[in-house]
């Protein structure tokens, strides 16, 4: 396998002597009694690091790692002093420092030196010192750092800030310029066979198409018509025949469409519908061999990729080795779809069942550890907790993944989709909250895995607010159903109709996200209160303000009553839950 | 013309709105200075090529996306979960793009 070392850390192999650390935090968020479980799901979980090639070189995202990790120590060496902001933070960065510190040392300061001079002295908040006069010459700035009282306090701040910088920073920022040098040479060829491969084909499948035009066409194409044509020839055949001729559009797509039929010699005026019942013409456009060729090279893009992409055939080989049972195609088609298409998922998951010992396991597909964060890992590696095999039934297994029941692999059928479907948002909330609470022992613990330090907010955590004192007054509840292996526990716990509706208020709540309703209410939720930040922390409290709010708002805040009555509701029946043999049970 | 976006990658949520005739751009409830034209005409290039529907295996934190694009009366409409037009990574380049902006 590759290995990409920054800053000691293997990117496609972060969790290398980690796993004891991460299952202890686990544990301690969820508690002993689950050590066990915890310890074998994490130990079972497959977790791939993978480079997803996107025209960004390995030394580029290693350059940007350590411009990232510039600002973070700026932060830390700048925020010692009283005056340094965010704002002023842009004037100042540590290399215009050191270089400063250097010229005065070598009393070498010009008159360019002024505005840096001038924003130490703003930045590092000399304000009870003589601020240097504006548009000074070079003589002037040099006589007035000679002359001024200003001058020790300067210097006495820049040497600080050298020290600082000296005894640590330096040296990480030379361990990390060593490590774009010590890029592996297979890294850099499998970058080469990339960059050329991907920009060929698809210029092939368009020349095609343009060829094709041409040999049809009935008249000169303009160079403006020239590029329209050619795409909307390359669009028509990657959508194909049956998919055009029953598509719904607007008239601004079919004006394109209709531009191609034109330079072919066919104008039946601006109604599509005339062009789709021209035989002639689609004979033309969908012409056999050309579809037949235009496949060929797509299918060549795709092999040529799988034979040149090093970290596809490294995880490819470990599909082949990790006794999948069944075909491992479609696994391996997840694997391509997640390197080339899904261009912005960072991990995601899946399961398999070991034929050797009909064991399940959690297969993850996660960036390497310069993109992914540990957040998103922990998301994924609760998910590997909170699952498990259910049974074999004909021939087909049967898995759980916390609320959710569902079929391996792949849950393809109609009943799994449907499950699905209809608990995935709240299944997800959930994962989601308490794996960012794991991740929070696992950082308290000085448990670092991932060098992403960013983790975007999620899209569940925007339900949090909504549901946080639900989960959080039946945590030991809702983690017991999750962690056993029964997906309908919580369901038989709160009664099916009960907890279908909790999860029809995950699946609503989250539509408002989508439909920019909660974005809405928050803009009003801050104009109408003054109120800044943290507005989805304290939602709660603006139900009862005496504020008339928008229809849209107060829609979004009716949610909170709604889920007040269900947290009632469980209540009254948690009298009648016991818990014995380590598992909930209504009485 | 009023252009909706919808994806869902993994955990993340991404948010675009734009309309052509307000001249707005809206990247998760925020205002942002985008040429609404230039990015209209570069994602109708790309969706021509795309299905109403693809569908693909069910996985957990997969990447689904909904792309409505309304004119007046007329609507066309893109969704996908887990299986991808051919062009995609078009598509993925102008949404970095937008949001990087
Ligand atoms: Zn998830």
């Known amino acids: 396998m590759i290995s990409v070392k920054v800053q000691g850390i293997d990117i496609f192999n972060p969790l290398d002597g980690k796993l004891k650390k991460i299952t202890d935090s686990f544990i301690e968020y969820y508690g002993e009694e689950y050590r066990e479980k915890i310890s074998e799901k994490l130990m079972d979980a497959r977790v791939l690091f993978l480079c997803k090639y996107n025209g960004e070189d390995m030394s580029t995202r290693i350059e940007n790692y350590l411009v990232a990790c510039k600002s973070k120590w700026e932060d830390d060496i700048f925020g010692t002093f009283p005056y340094y902001t965010d704002k002023r933070k842009t004037h100042l960065t540590i290399d215009k420092v050191l270089e400063l510190n250097k010229k005065i040392k070598s009393k070498k300061l010009t008159s360019l030196d002024y505005y840096l001079i001038e924003s130490v002295y703003e930045t590092l908040g000399f304000n009870n010192l003589i601020k240097p006069p504006k548009s000074m010459d070079e003589y002037g700035i040099r006589e007035w750092f000679k002359l001024s009282k200003n001058k020790n306090v300067i210097i006495e701040a820049l040497n600080r800030i050298e020290y600082m910088w000296n005894s640590g920073y330096k040296q990480q920022e030379a361990e990390l310029l060593e490590d774009i040098k010590n890029i592996p040479q297979d890294v850099l060829k499998i970058e080469q066979k990339l960059r050329k491969i991907a920009r060929v084909c698809k210029n092939k499948q368009k020349d095609l198409a343009f060829d094709h035009i041409k040999k049809n066409a009935s008249r000169k194409i303009s160079d403006s018509e020239a590029m329209v044509v050619k795409n909307t020839l390359y669009s028509l055949l990657s959508k194909g025949k049956e998919e055009f001729l029953n598509e719904r559009t607007i008239s601004a797509v079919n004006d394109q469409y209709i531009t191609l039929f034109n330079v072919l010699g066919y104008d039946f005026g601006s109604d599509i519908k005339e062009y789709k019942e021209c035989e002639e013409l689609l004979d033309i456009v969908f012409n056999k061999d050309l579809i037949d060729e235009f496949n060929k090279i797509k299918n060549s893009l795709t092999k040529a990729r799988i034979e040149a992409d090093g970290y596809y055939i490294g995880a490819e080989r470990v599909l082949d080795t990790i006794n999948i049972d069944g075909d491992t195609q479609p696994y391996k088609d997840v694997l391509y779809n997640y390197l080339y298409n899904s261009g912005l998922v960072i991990a995601l998951a899946t399961d398999y069942i070991d034929k050797l010992c009909y064991k399940h396991h959690k297969l993850v597909f996660c960036e390497d550890a310069l993109a992914c964060d540990d957040e998103t890992l922990f998301h994924e590696l609760n998910h590997a907790i909170e699952s498990g095999l259910l049974s074999k039934n004909n021939g087909e297994y049967y898995f759980k993944c916390g609320f959710i029941k569902s079929r391996v692999p792949l849950g393809n059928d109609e009943e799994s989709r449907n499950e699905i479907l209809k608990y995935q948002m709240l299944n997800e909330i959930v994962n989601d909250y308490f794996s960012l609470e794991v991740a929070k022992v696992a950082r308290k613990n000085n448990v670092k895995i991932c060098l992403n330090d960013y983790s975007a907010p999620s899209l569940y955590s925007k339900a949090f607010p909504l549901f946080k004192k639900f989960i959080e007054n039946n945590k030991n509840i809702i983690v017991n159903c999750r962690l056993l292996d029964e997906p309908h526990a919580m369901a038989k716990l709160m009664g099916q109709e009960e907890f279908d509706k909790l999860a029809d208020i995950a699946n609503q709540y989250l539509s408002f996200v989508n439909s920019n309703i909660l974005y809405e209410a928050e803009a009003e939720i801050k104009n109408k209160t003054g109120i800044k930040k943290a507005v989805f922390n304290s939602y709660e409290e603006y139900i009862n303000k005496n504020i008339e709010w928008s229809d849209k708002t107060k829609m979004v805040l009716s949610y909170y009553k709604k889920m007040d009555e269900i947290s009632k509701n469980f209540e009254t029946r948690k009298l009648g839950i016991v818990k014995s043999n380590g598992k909930y049970t209504i009485q | ?101």
């Open chain 2, 1 to 101: 013309m009023k252009i909706n976006i919808d994806i869902l990658s993994g955990r993340l949520n991404n948010k675009i709105t734009a309309d052509t005739e307000a001249g707005d751009f809206l990247i998760n409830g925020k205002k942002k200075q985008i040429d609404v034209n230039d990015f209209t005409n570069r994602l109708l290039g790309i969706i021509l090529s795309w299905k109403e529907k693809m569908i693909g295996p069910e996985l957990l934190d997969g990447e689904s996306y909904c792309v409505t694009i309304t004119d007046g009366e007329e609507t066309a409409s893109f969704y996908g979960k887990n299986s991808f037009p051919d062009n995609y990574d078009e598509f993925v380049l102008l949404i970095r793009e937008v949001m990087n902006k």
